[in-house]
C-alpha cells in the first residue's frame, strides 16, 4: 500500500514547487516529485536542470543540479511489468498504477547564498559548499533563469560538476553548459569563457575536454 508523501494544498504550492527532500548529505540531496493533481506521472526534471532548496534553520538557499532520475514502485518488493497499453489505456483501466510509482532524482550541491538576498535580487552567491546541505522534507524548486544566470557569472561550479561521483560528468557538464547557453539568450562571450576554463581543468586530460566540447552545439 502506498504511503505519499505529506501533500500541502496543491492550491498554495508556487508552480516552481516540484519535489521534497526525501534523503540528503553534504554534498547532494535526494528528492522524490510531488504528485500531480491529475493521472499522470510526476514531472521528472531534466538532466543538468537546475533547483534550489532553503535549508531553513541557516537560511541558505542551496543551489545544485539534477544528475540523476528515476521513475520505481513506491513498494521495494514488487516491481513494475510490462502492460502493453498506452497511458491513455492505463489512466482508463488501471488508474491505480499512477498511484503506486514515484519519481526521485538526485542533485549535486553546486553553491549556496542567503535566501533572504537572493529574495531582493542582490547578495553574493558562493559556488562552494554550503555548512549544511537542505534537510529531510524541505521543498525543492526549479531555479529561476535569473537565479541562474546570476550565479553562473563566476565558472567554479564547473569543477564541483567534474568531481561528481556516479554521474556521467561529461554528458552533464556539456548539458549545463547549453542550458546556460541558452538562457544567456547565445551569450558567445561567456560560451567562449567556459570553454576556457573547461581547458584549464582539463588540461591534463584532452580526450575528456573534446568529448565535453563536442556536445555543445552553438
Known amino acids: 500500500m502506498r504511503l505519499p508523501l505529506p501533500q500541502f494544498d496543491k492550491s498554495d504550492r508556487q508552480p516552481s514547487h516540484i519535489a521534497e527532500v526525501v534523503e540528503t548529505a553534504t554534498t547532494e540531496f535526494l528528492a522524490q516529485c510531488l504528485e500531480p493533481e491529475d493521472l499522470t506521472f510526476p514531472s521528472m526534471p531534466p538532466f543538468g536542470s537546475w533547483v534550489c532548496a532553503v535549508d531553513e534553520e541557516s537560511g541558505n538557499q542551496v543551489y545544485a543540479v539534477v544528475y540523476h ?17 498506452s497511458l491513455q489505456d492505463l489512466r482508463e483501466e488501471q488508474p491505480q498504477i499512477f498511484a503506486m510509482l514515484k519519481t526521485e532524482f538526485r542533485a549535486a550541491i553546486v553553491g549556496f547564498a542567503q535566501s533572504s538576498m537572493v529574495a531582493n535580487g542582490n547578495g553574493r552567491m558562493y559556488q562552494y559548499l554550503p555548512p549544511r546541505p537542505p534537510q529531510i522534507h524541505q521543498a525543492v524548486h526549479r531555479c529561476d533563469p535569473e537565479v541562474i544566470v546570476r550565479f553562473t557569472e563566476e565558472l567554479e561550479f564547473l569543477r564541483t560538476l567534474l568531481s561528481i561521483n556516479g554521474a556521467p560528468v561529461e554528458s552533464l557538464t556539456a548539458a549545463v553548459i547549453r542550458d546556460i547557453y541558452q538562457l544567456r539568450k547565445a551569450d558567445r562571450d561567456w560560451l567562449i569563457k567556459a570553454g576556457r576554463n573547461l581547458s584549464i581543468l582539463l588540461k591534463d586530460d584532452y580526450d575528456r575536454l573534446r568529448f565535453i566540447l563536442s556536445q555543445i552545439h552553438p
Open 69 to 85: 532520475a528515476t521513475t520505481m514502485p513506491v513498494d521495494s518488493v514488487h516491481r513494475a511489468v510490462a502492460m502493453g497499453m
